[in-house]
């Protein structure tokens, strides 16, 4: 079936569903619920963008989703799952700026060694950096995910060299390809590259190869909902039949043994059919706690890599990369200074740099290492210094909300303890060296799942709000006056 017919039956399909709703006069609540908007189709799946995972799940949990696909089945004979991806806020591509990097401001001699564009065949590039229009996007997968957008250093070299092996064979010699390392270390940008890379280059004879890029949260929760809603089946047909399975931050079934027997049969097959699976993971498999012994088998059967941190040098190079795709300058001093003093995590390497860049371009300045120095001081001080203790932390935290310090340490699950408890949970992760086990311990000995659950959660939503941010700084500020005192 071609994208066009799929197409016509989607519109067809809300707008049958429009008028329903219209006649009854719930016109708010269809532009409430039905806020999809289609992106495109393989044979079984349309894939629809909506404002965000909550927004999803409540679709699928009222059976809005349902109805859809329900509908479309009715209009087309065909039974198609409806998936999805999050609407972009806005369509990035910075072309011009007043900082537009100067040609030999991008990545220079002293570290063309580790650009990678000459690994990758170069009559089948799957991404090059300046937009090419073959580039295919897939909807599940970032553009900014490509292999040539990852540079490679002895700490991942063989990172990425299996990655891209596994993208040029799938399903042969790196299969299960399994990447694990600390937070923030590219696991995930690897993982897509791979799919992005198959997605643009498909095996011959896979024109129409279908692959799915899910994080394991994700993951359950379709599960749990389709055993709810009886479409277990339905479930079982998509990812039993894929190509290419990429199935991020594993560390989260820990416990969930329900998902884990899902996910042992949904590997079975996979791996039976010579589909490509890949997985990634916060620390060896060996390390997992509450996954069953024959699942932990089959995620080490394959490939294992892992992947450190970079060196100074790389992080010099990834720094000078991005301003290379941004099109952006910032003194080579500056640059230093990031690099030496960010160390350990490379999300936090270009959160900086945009830091810089953002501040460069709002108050309309040159940037100076006094400049970064101050802006970046929060920051610093997170890798730097070791001696704030989770102790500190929860007092602070539990003071601002006004809520004891054996709340904050404790299980009650009332809204506001809760969140605060988050929250001291996320500024212990950033600004300590403390692994989760270690403040799972400083919180009353939970689950190491549920310290993880509690960083995400902060993580995500400081993504989207502004306040929030705020917060985080003003504790963090707290934190370090407190120490002082
Ligand atoms: N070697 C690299 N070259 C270029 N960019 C990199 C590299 N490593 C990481 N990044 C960038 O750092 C950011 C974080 O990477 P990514 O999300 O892949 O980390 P992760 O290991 O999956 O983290 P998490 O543990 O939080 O899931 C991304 O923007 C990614 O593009």
């Known amino acids: 079936m071609s994208e066009q017919n799929y197409r016509a039956f989607w519109d067809e399909a809300l707008k049958q569903i429009h008028d329903e709703y219209k006649l009854k006069g719930l016109e708010s609540e269809f532009k409430l619920w039905f806020n999809m908007e289609y992106v495109e189709d393989t044979i079984e799946t349309i894939t629809v963008s909506v404002p965000s995972d909550f927004m999803w799940i409540s679709m699928v949990n009222k059976g809005y989703v349902n109805a859809v696909e329900s509908k479309i089945a009715e209009l087309s004979g065909q039974n198609i799952n409806l998936t999805y991806i999050l609407k972009k806020r ?3 591509k910075e072309s011009e700026s007043i900082n537009s990097v100067p040609k030999t401001a991008t990545i220079d001699s002293e570290n063309s060694n580790i650009s990678n564009e000459n690994e990758i065949d170069s009559e089948k590039k799957s991404a090059p950096i300046n937009s090419v229009p073959t580039f295919k996007i897939h ?11 990852f540079v490679k250093g002895e700490n991942s070299e063989f990172a990425y060299s299996a990655s891209l092996a596994a993208a040029k064979e799938p399903g042969r010699r790196f299969n299960p390809l399994l990447i694990y390392g600390g937070v923030g270390l590219g696991k995930t940008h690897l993982m897509q590259s791979i799919g992005n890379y198959i997605y643009n280059n498909p095996p011959e004879g896979k024109e129409n190869i279908k692959i799915c890029y899910i994080s394991a949260e994700n993951f359950l929760n379709e599960f749990t909902f389709s055993l709810r809603d009886g479409t277990s089946e339905k479930f079982k047909n998509k990812y039993r039949k894929l190509d290419v399975l990429l199935l991020d931050d594993i560390h989260f079934l820990e416990d969930k043994i329900q998902t884990q027997e899902e996910l042992f049969y949904t590997f079975e097959e996979l791996y039976r059919t010579h589909a490509q699976i890949v997985f990634t993971c916060d620390r060896p ?4 706690n509450g ?3 024959r699942l932990k088998s089959r995620f080490s059967m394959g490939t294992t890599i892992d992947l450190q941190p970079p060196s100074y040098e790389i992080r010099k190079a990834i720094l000078l990369k991005k301003l290379e795709i941004k099109k952006k300058s910032v003194p080579e001093d500056v640059i230093d200074f990031i ?6 995590n490379v999300r936090e390497l270009g959160a900086c740099l945009d830091k810089m860049i953002g501040y460069a371009e709002l108050l309309q300045k040159n940037l100076t290492i006094d400049i970064a120095k101050k802006l970046l001081s929060d920051n610093i001080s997170k890798v730097s210094d070791g001696s704030i203790s989770i102790d500190t932390i929860q007092k602070v935290v539990a003071n601002h909300y006004n809520i004891s310090l054996s709340d904050i340490k404790g299980v009650k699950r009332n809204k506001k303890i809760a969140y605060s408890r988050h929250i001291a949970i996320y500024i ?3 600004l ?3 692994s989760f086990n270690e403040i799972a311990a400083e919180f009353g000995g939970k689950d190491h799942s549920t310290i993880m659950h509690s960083y995400n959660t902060i993580e995500l939503q400081l993504k989207t709000d502004e306040s929030l941010n705020s917060t985080i700084d003003l504790l963090i500020r707290e934190i370090k006056d407190y120490k002082k005192l």
């Open 285 to 288: 498999i060996s390390e997992l």
């Open 432 to 434: 300590t060296e403390s």
């Open 90 to 92: 806005n369509s990035q």
């Open 291 to 293: 996954i069953e012994d």
């Open 339 to 344: 690099a030496k003093n960010i160390q350990s």
């Open 139 to 149: 909807p599940q997968l970032s553009e900014d995910y490509t292999f040539e957008k």
């Open 428 to 430: 212990a992760r950033i």
